[in-house]
């Protein structure tokens, strides 16, 4: 039993910060929400924070009431190996693995790059700086082909810009001088005043 109880506590912790963090979210000023019928400040902030609940209440149910310990390891944990090598045993002889290569370069490089994202947004506004985000991951990940590295990259910036400013209202950063005036027409392109 205490190994179950072990098993949940971080769970049970998770639970208490969500609980923390709906009772402040109920703090957030709804006023200006009401005109125009739009949704409030505070709605996508309670949602993901009631998710969060959920998933929390469900995990604790799951190992405390079912006594299951199930953990999902993956769609494509199985898909490491290539067929074209030679198995674990080869002709009833064991093949020893090679360890996997580590990539700290690539590591520090993403972890900058997000750094960069969050200084420059404000001054290149966030579709441009989103467009350049993708492009520049998508490259770091060692993808090549440059045209479908463009047309995810604005494609995916573009996706994002609709889905916060039209289903979610989320005010993004419009960026400064001509940046702004890049953003401000791509938000009249969608219909975004």
């Known amino acids: 039993m205490l190994e179950r109880l072990r098993a949940v506590l971080p769970h049970s912790l998770m639970l208490l910060v969500a609980i923390g963090l709906y009772l402040a979210a109920m703090r957030i000023d709804t006023a200006s929400a009401a005109v125009g019928g739009r949704i409030g400040p505070d709605f996508w902030p309670k949602v993901v924070i009631v998710f969060m609940g959920l998933l929390c209440v469900y995990e604790i ?24 090598e030679p198995s674990e045993i080869s002709d009833g002889v064991p093949v020893e693995a090679e360890p996997e290569r580590e990539y700290p370069a690539l590591l520090w490089s993403g972890a900058a790059l997000i750094v960069g994202y969050v200084l420059v947004v404000p001054w290149l ?47 993004l950063p419009l960026g400064a001088g001509p940046f702004h005036d890049l953003s401000t027409a791509l938000l009249a392109l969608i219909g975004v005043r």
């Open 61 to 84: 149910v799951k190992r405390l009431v079912l006594h299951s310990s199930f953990t999902a390891r993956g769609l494509t944990e199985g898909l490491t190996h290539n067929p074209a």
């Open 125 to 171: 506004g966030f579709f441009l700086t989103t467009a350049l985000f993708l492009a520049v991951f998508i490259r770091l990940g060692g993808f090549r082909r440059p045209l479908v590295t463009l047309a995810v990259s604005v494609i995916g910036a573009f996706a994002l810009v609709v889905i916060f400013m039209r289903v979610a209202y989320i005010s």
